[in-house]
């Protein structure tokens, strides 16, 4: 068992072969849990309080491998338009569920919810569901 109560101060060394936790968006935002890798190392995560842990996080360096983090493909709700004012009434209406919210240059996402449907309906929207990673705390990138 690993255990990770800081990030790593350095990068890992050229070579270094990353092994993965694949996490959801949720098990991104938790400080305390047990996760295991894609080689099957266990790993004990205890983060301070707040820590996030985004696609790319390098957990823990050793010799010869690294623990990198990957986020989960999840089940979202995904709104395209190439109207700013939709986008923006759609995530308007998301932020004020309090729900996560990924925006895109020409769409939302949000994680699914079988409430969201009659949301897209009263908006007008169409709402396509994706299985996709779900990376709310990134900044927006450019998909097309």
Request: aromatic share 6%; net charge negative.
């Amino acid at each position: 068992m690993i255990l990770v109560e800081h990030l790593p101060a350095s990068p890992p060394p050229a070579g270094s072969v990353p092994d993965p936790v694949v996490l959801t968006w949720e098990e991104r935002a938790k400080t305390r849990q047990k996760v295991t890798t894609r080689q099957g190392r266990e790993l004990a995560i205890k983060l301070p309080t707040g820590t996030r842990l985004p696609p790319g996080t390098v957990l823990h360096v050793d010799d010869g491998f690294h623990v990198e983090v990957e986020a989960a493909a999840e089940e979202v709700w995904v709104v395209h338009s190439h109207h700013a004012d939709t986008l923006a009434r759609v995530a308007y209406e998301i932020g004020n569920r309090h729900f996560p919210i990924c925006i895109g240059h020409d769409s939302v996402a949000v994680l699914y919810d079988h409430t969201l449907a009659e949301l897209w309906e009263r908006l007008g929207v169409r709402a396509e569901r994706a299985t996709m990673p779900f990376l709310s705390e990134q900044r927006p990138t450019h998909h097309h």
